[in-house]
């Protein structure tokens, strides 16, 4: 992914909207978009200190909010206050979880579309969204 072109793509809808794009808000989406791991607030907060040692973690939650209002950042929550994100793949897709360790990584699957399409025509189902956690452990906590 280019993620210069999705900053880009961001801000242009943000500023659209009418919402103030200080630097420190640009920098909080470009460290959202430039992760890969699926960070966390806190771990976002703390990857944003380095750039804007005075960032609080309101304003990074603050961010989160504005980018899941207009779509661009999906939310793992997992029942308690430990909330991932993904801010490069806003629409659902299946992720693989470490219980050991808490990675959590996608993967490309094909076909997993039509999977939830044959699911749908089925049953009759209108889809609004899905989520596919799969829980074990990773290659690097199995060595
Ligand atoms: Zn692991
Ligand atoms: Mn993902």
């Not at 470490?98 to 049953?123: H, K, N, P, Y």
Request: charged share 25%; proline share 4%.
């Amino acid at each position: 992914m280019d993620t210069q072109k999705r900053l880009d793509y961001l801000l242009v809808r943000l500023r659209e909207r009418g919402n103030r794009l200080t630097p420190q808000r640009v920098a909080i989406i470009r460290t959202i978009i430039n992760n890969t791991n699926h960070p966390s607030a806190e771990q976002m907060h703390s990857e944003i200190l380095e750039t804007f040692p005075t960032t609080s973690l309101a304003t990074v939650y603050k961010t989160i909010r504005l980018l899941k209002e207009i779509g661009e950042i999906l939310e793992l929550g997992f029942g308690d206050d430990s909330s991932r994100f993904d801010g490069r793949k806003p629409h659902p897709h299946p992720h693989m979880i470490c219980t050991e360790c808490g990675t959590i990584m996608d993967s490309e699957l094909d076909g997993f579309e039509t999977i939830i399409e044959t699911m749908a025509r089925q049953t009759g189902f209108s889809v609004k969204t899905h989520r596919f956690d799969i829980f074990g452990i990773c290659s690097s906590c199995k060595k």
